[in-house]
């Protein structure tokens, strides 16, 4: 009987309907993952070592699709149906709240592991959000540094967050600009559904249309993905445990002769964890 009610215990825990929004909520950091705003709050400070969070939502330059955490990674290296290589990431970096509406951050910790060992080009963000009662619209100015690479890379946006009770949509529109030789000029616009299943297990699904240069034919595709989430409370901080599934070009809406609609082959994987606390 002990036993029993132990177990009862733990289940009304973890999903009574206030245990995160009360419990797990700290002062100036949001509850439910679903709940949250588009910036962080101001002098809060998140770790991002894992993926899904709102800062690295679009964050796409051509064919390269930033998030954070440890990565598995099969990418086609020239273009959809061309040849398949296999790497190993690890993308971690922070966001900071400037104000109540302005955040600032970069995914500076960018290594790629395998097959040959760099630390690569890395996304810097600035996010406005502009807030209402269920809706933010955002501003957002991000770019890649040339760490690996000589290329500099844009990807200037608007970022659109409805939240839905327990659910929340995010939007946006892109324009991924690279600055190698000619300069090329893209378009991404993906969307992503989330539910909180419970105050902490949140799950959501992406899509979205991507047209990483229009200077390039045949390249204009479907994206496709899934992201799994736990958010719980260490010490004075807020976690969020994630894994993400993404297919970055599932469908190829135009095909080239001999490419396949569907390029299941290519893919990425991301699990890890993001830290959300006051600092000041």
């Known amino acids: 009987m002990r036993v029993f009610s132990s177990l009862f215990a733990i289940a009304v825990y973890f999903l009574a309907p206030g245990a995160l929004a009360d419990d797990d909520r700290r002062p100036g950091l949001g509850g439910a993952y679903t709940s949250r705003s588009l910036t962080v709050p101001y002098n809060s400070l998140a770790m991002v070592v894992g993926p899904g969070q ?24 020239d273009g959809p149906g061309l040849e398949i290589t296999e790497e190993a990431w ?8 400037l104000t109540e ?25 600035i996010n406005y959000a502009w807030r209402f009662e269920n809706i933010d619209i955002g501003a957002r100015f991000s770019f890649t540094t040339p760490a690996e690479t000589s290329i ?3 990807n200037p946006g608007m970022p659109l967050l409805i939240r839905l009770g327990g659910a929340r949509i995010d939007a946006g529109v892109y324009v991924p600009v690279d600055t190698e030789s000619p300069v090329s000029v893209g378009l991404n616009v993906p ?3 989330t539910v909180n299943a419970t105050p902490r ?19 204009m595709s479907a994206q496709l993905g899934a992201l799994v989430g736990y958010s719980t409370v260490l010490g004075s901080r807020v976690a ?20 396949d609609m569907v390029q299941a082959e290519a893919f990425r994987v991301h699990l890890g964890v993001t830290f959300h606390q006051i600092v000041m």
């Open 54 to 77: 709102p800062q690295l939502f679009g964050q796409r330059y051509g064919g390269r699709s930033f998030d954070g955490g440890i990565a598995y990674r099969r990418a086609a290296q």
């Open 90 to 97: 690890f993308h971690g970096g922070v966001v900071f709240g």
């Open 101 to 125: 509406n302005l955040e600032a951050g970069a995914l500076f910790l960018n290594f790629r592991i395998t097959p040959d060992f760099a630390y690569s080009d890395f996304p810097v963000y």
């Open 152 to 154: 500099w890379s844009f």
């Open 191 to 193: 969307v992503r559904f």
């Open 201 to 219: 297990l949140f799950f959501g699904v992406e899509t979205g249309v991507v047209e990483p240069s229009f200077h390039v034919k045949n390249n």
């Open 240 to 259: 969020d445990f994630t894994t993400s599934f993404a297919w970055d070009d599932f469908l190829i809406l135009d095909p080239a002769e001999g490419v």
